[in-house]
């Protein structure tokens, strides 16, 4: 059975960083790609960035770019986000998700607060 369980949400200041990880269990995720995705209160989830599993080429939104940072450690079936130059309006929850063909196995997802 495919379990993603995000860690290191949390309350910061804005300006500040925070390091998101996506432990995955049940299979090998080396060929699947892989994708932080956040949802805002009264918002439509939107992804953050995403990472292929052969090559790790990635992709991120462009109000993202520069500040967010998607990597993955293959061998400990691991995804990260690095969030620098955290701003209030990246308050989300914040989920990892990955499929064989898309993105179908989701996690529980884990809060992210920035303060003004």
């Known amino acids: 059975q495919v379990q993603l369980v995000e860690s290191g949400g949390g309350l910061v200041q804005a300006g500040g960083s925070l390091g998101l990880s996506c432990a995955a269990s049940?299979?090998?995720?080396?060929?699947?790609?892989m994708g932080w995705f956040r949802q805002a209160p009264g918002k439509e989830r939107e992804l953050v960035a995403a990472i292929s599993g052969i090559g790790g080429s990635t992709n991120s939104s462009d109000s993202m770019k520069g500040r967010f940072t998607i990597s993955r450690d293959n061998a400990k079936n691991t995804l990260y986000l690095q969030m620098n130059g955290l701003k209030p309006e990246d308050t989300a929850i914040y989920y990892c998700?990955?499929?064989?063909?898309?993105?179908?196995?989701w996690g529980q997802g884990i809060q992210v607060t920035v303060s003004s």
């Open positions: 049940g299979r090998t995720f080396s060929s699947w790609s």
């Open positions: 998700a990955t499929g064989p063909y898309g993105y179908d196995y």
